[in-house]
């Protein structure tokens, strides 16, 4: 048990296994799945579909952060990439085929990839504080995803496009799907190969990891990139589920949710080593937040304050100073007894 | 150690303050950049339309942005220390729908603005604390403060509140005149008392003092016995303070409160702040710069008004290329006096 509890994930778990345990009390059914038209449904499920951006984008952070880095622009990223692809959609000749589609995927992945080369550019070449190199492309990005729509709304109805983030294959939504997939291989590249050590490694020690030969700026430049190409993702598939791309609204203050999820997953900001999964967890955690509050019967303009409770909660509960408070406050009445410091 | 600093360009804090390696009028060139760009762009717009050379256009950069100013001189603060504080449009808001609510039923103005500061204050300072004394990150705690300040917003209200109030109309419509046709609001001598004392502290006060050595390096502030954890918790609550005050001020302007107001305004005041030659590692930078980089962003934003074709977000393309350029004349100096 101890040991259990030493683990960095088991805060997050404790905490999203309370909040689904909050939500079955209330609402019975909660955890309950059904298949409908050969589709899986339930609110799991939902949870899951409605939180895929989220998880994807904190997917790309969590490497960034774990180089010591912030990737503010994401936010950004979702808007260009969504209104890149629904304005390529728009002005082609056959809006609704599948090559139309295809395209514009292709288009969204490359912004995406041009973004992140632009933002790893800015951090490991120019050496510019990466909270401030991304600051750049956030503060312009909104303004350039406007220029794109021309200030509009953009509307396609393309059924190929639409399936990215409201279709179902094998019984489950594409878009959890997608971020399944982006999830494993992370995973697989990161930590069947060096990378993810190497990652760490310039997080921990940019000076000491460049002095033994590490390439840092490639690496940076990887982790960047990758970010930018998830934000992309997530930018179709907020722009598929809605048809239609909203350069003001699209993926706002997502960045701040993914870094929140990254954070709740256990990664500190501070670099280094980071978990994925913790990742996953904390974003769950934050999507769960908002079924939660519905469940509740919490009316909805109250989420945001719930949720900032919430957070400063968890990042409250791992904070070395916090713990250290509450393991003496615990050790007090048997003085003597040593207990490792856990991390 | 210079050298050290020109290997690594990964490192997030400077070994070394800038301050201290700019030698002269160096340390001031960041900021003499800004005011220079902000003439040139005066000066380009009374080239290319003729009633743009006119006092009043000038004295709108101010009136127009009161609270932007007050917000970037709260955030010079945060971010000389080495911090950043991302509550503080939200905190804007919140005073906004407090007062509009409050007034609504009927109290008394200087208790409404008291109480407002209050608020924001005190904020502000619970931020710093947990900061400060739990240790974790002012990115991630004025993050949760910005969710709480915006929620709370929604909690009072979800549509907007108009001030009918007297006190708040009259002084929303009162003109000050100065020399011939021109004038400037009230809220424009309470922005400038705001930066004259902000001026006075960060120079002249051994607060101020405490600031820019945290900035530049915080374990030396403390060794050398200066009040660092103190300082640092104030700073926060300075920021609030301003952010209410930038809230009251707004509320001035557009005479209601609206619980979506003032979204972005952050990204703003740090941009104005990083335009005006303050570095976001912390240690160098003045609050006038702050104050020629929220002018520099008004005239880009009457550019635009003035131009008519040109849409509105170009806005923010235009700020975010400033942010860019600016940034990379820091790296240039710092490389070159390093």
């Known amino acids: ?343 | 150690m210079s050298s050290l600093s020109t290997l690594t360009p990964l490192t997030v804090k400077e070994p070394t303050p800038l301050r201290n390696r700019m030698r002269g009028g160096a340390r001031y060139a960041p900021t003499l950049a800004t005011l220079g760009l902000f003439i040139a762009m005066f000066a380009v717009g009374a080239g290319m339309y003729p009633s743009f050379l006119s006092g009043q256009v000038f004295l709108n950069l101010f009136i127009d942005n009161t609270f932007l100013i007050v917000l970037a001189v709260g955030m010079t603060f945060v971010i000389l220390t080495g911090g950043i504080d991302l509550s503080v449009g939200a905190v804007v808001a919140l005073s906004m729908m407090v007062s509009a609510t409050l007034l609504q039923q009927g109290w008394n103005p200087a208790t409404v603005i008291f109480l407002v500061l209050v608020i924001g204050g005190g904020l502000g300072l619970l931020m710093g604390l947990i900061i400060q004394y739990f240790d974790i990150q002012p990115f991630i705690v004025t993050l949760a403060g910005m969710f709480l300040a915006r929620g709370l917003c929604y909690v009072i209200s979800l549509d907007s509140i108009p001030v009918t109030e007297g006190f708040f109309t009259s002084v929303a419509q009162a003109q000050i005149p100065l020399s011939g046709d021109l004038f400037v609001s009230p809220g424009v001598l309470l922005a400038l008392a705001i930066v004259a004392a902000a001026f006075f502290i960060l120079h002249h006060t051994r607060f101020g003092r405490t600031v820019y050595a945290i900035g530049g390096n915080e374990h030396s502030a403390m060794l050398m016995g200066l009040p660092v954890t103190r300082t640092k918790v104030l700073v926060y609550a300075l920021s609030g303070l301003c952010s209410a005050v930038a809230g009251v001020l707004f509320s001035f302007y557009s005479l209601s409160g609206y619980s979506l107001a003032a979204q972005g305004m952050e990204l703003d005041a740090i941009a104005a702040v990083v335009i005006g030659g303050t570095l976001l590692t912390g240690g160098t930078g003045y609050v006038l710069g702050s104050v020629v980089g929220v002018l520099v962003l008004g005239i880009v934003q009457t550019f635009i008004a003035y131009d008519g074709t040109l849409s509105s977000w170009w806005t923010k393309i235009v700020i975010g290329g400033l942010l860019l350029v600016f940034i990379l004349l820091q790296r240039l100096f710092a490389r070159r006096t390093a």
Request: proline share 4%; glycine share 8%.
């Open chain 1, 1 to 343: 048990m101890k040991s259990l509890m030493k683990n960095r994930l088991a805060w997050p778990v404790i905490a999203l296994a309370a909040l689904l345990l909050l939500n079955q009390i209330f609402r019975p059914d909660f955890l309950s799945l059904r298949m409908q038209d050969g589709h899986l449904y339930g609110s799991i499920i939902d949870i899951m579909r409605n939180g895929a951006p989220t998880i994807l984008i904190a997917l790309g952070m969590t490497l960034v952060i774990a180089t010591r880095g912030i990737d503010l622009s994401v936010g950004a990223v979702v808007a260009i990439a969504g209104a890149a692809s629904c304005a390529y959609i728009a002005a082609s000749p056959e809006p609704a085929s599948p090559v139309t589609a295809a395209m514009a995927v292709l288009i969204a992945v490359m912004a995406g990839l041009f973004l992140g080369l632009w933002n790893g550019f800015l951090v490991s070449t120019v050496g510019v504080q990466p909270i401030i190199a991304t600051l750049v492309l956030m503060t312009a990005g909104r303004g350039i995803a406007q220029l794109i729509t021309g200030g509009q709304i953009v509307s396609v109805s393309n059924d190929h496009y639409k399936s990215i983030g409201a279709g179902y294959l094998f019984t489950l939504p594409i878009s959890i799907l997608i971020t399944a997939a982006v999830f494993v291989l992370a995973a697989v590249l990161t930590r069947r190969t060096a990378l993810g050590t190497l990652v760490e490694a310039v997080g921990i020690n940019p000076v000491a990891s460049r002095l033994a030969g590490l390439r840092s700026r490639n690496i940076i430049w990887i982790v960047y990139v990758f970010s930018a190409v998830c934000a992309a993702i997530a930018g179709l598939m907020i722009s598929s589920n809605v048809t239609a791309a909203d350069a003001n609204n699209a993926g706002l203050y997502i960045e701040m949710d993914a870094i929140l999820a990254v954070v709740i997953g256990g990664t500190s900001l501070a670099g280094g080593r980071y978990t994925l999964a913790g990742t996953v967890i904390g974003a769950f955690i934050i999507q769960t937040l908002t079924t939660t509050v519905y469940t509740l019967g919490i009316p909805p303009e109250v989420t945001l304050v719930f949720k900032a409770l919430v957070v400063i909660t968890v990042c409250l509960l791992q904070a070395p100073k916090a713990r250290n408070l509450l393991r003496s406050l615990k050790a007090a009445p048997k003085p003597g007894t040593k207990e490792k410091v856990a991390i």
